[in-house]
T-cell receptor
Framework: DAGVIQSPRHEVTEMGQEVTLRCKPI?????LFWYRQTMMRGLELLIY????????DSGMPEDRFSAKMPNASFSTLKIQPSEPRDSAVYFC??????????????FGSGTQLSVL | GQQLNQSPQSMFIQEGEDVSMNCTSSSIFNTWLWYKQEPGEGPVLLIALYKAGELTSNGRLTAQFGITRKDSFLNISASIPSDVGIYFCAGSHRDDKIIFGKGTRLHILP
């Protein structure tokens, strides 16, 4: 299994530009999570999907952030317009519940975002 | 909202020493989890705990689900250089959210 695949690994952009982060979850997993990691705030849950449907987006910082999951094998996190304070590592994770629990998250390697 | 307080924030220990870290919550959790993150990678699940009082081991790692359901502990015995990394506790309540602590950075001195 290839694991959770995120792209790009690194993104450097200028303030005001649109940024799109991509994620391919593990095949067969029914949950997908987007987290943001910073030194100050640790790992913050931004949004998660179940069977491609957004369940809770209360962690999304503001309207500049949006996430989509058009199908079971692809999700995007978009920031428009980007700001320097958005600089962080963004992780995508997926899990399979089997109808039980979903705590066994498998994380991608993350996208290191730097907004200048 | 739910918060996890993890301590200590960082640890410097000698190789071969035992390590203890803990996590406390402002509310009750149904599941406690411990993850490890190495540089440039995402966190990897080490141990999952499902019942109050549960004690679970994974090699040299042992974790416990606190009786109050508001805390959890992780112990590492006889530390080795590859134990270096950031250890995160995480928990979930009734819904599907997984909330993470801020992590304990483990440094091992030769």
């Amino acid at each position: 299994d290839a694991g959770v695949i995120q792209s790009p690994r690194h993104e450097v952009t200028e303030m005001g530009q649109e940024v799109t982060l991509r994620c391919k979850p593990i095949s067969g997993h029914d949950y997908l999570f987007w987290y943001r990691q910073t030194m100050m705030r640790g790992l913050e849950l931004l949004i998660y999907f179940n069977n491609n449907v957004p369940i809770d987006d209360s962690g999304m910082p503001e309207d500049r952030f949006s996430a989509k999951m058009p199908n079971a094998s692809f999700s995007t996190l978009k920031i428009q317009p980007s700001e320097p304070r958005d600089s962080a590592v963004y992780f995508c994770a997926s899990s399979f519940t089997g109808g039980v629990t979903n705590e066994k998250l498998f994380f991608g390697s993350g996208t290191q975002l730097s907004v200048l | 909202g739910q918060q996890l307080n993890q301590s200590p924030q960082s640890m410097f220990i000698q190789e071969g020493e035992d390590v203890s870290m803990n996590c406390t919550s402002s509310s009750i959790f149904n599941t406690w989890l411990w993850y490890k993150q190495e540089p440039g990678e995402g966190p990897v699940l080490l141990i999952a705990l499902y019942k109050a009082g549960e004690l679970t081991s994974n090699g040299r790692l042992t974790a416990q689900f606190g009786i109050t359901r508001k805390d959890s502990f992780l112990n590492i015995s006889a530390s080795i250089p590859s134990d270096v990394g950031i250890y995160f506790c995480a928990g979930s309540h009734r819904d599907d959210k997984i909330i993470f602590g801020k992590g304990t950075r483990l440094h091992i001195l030769p």
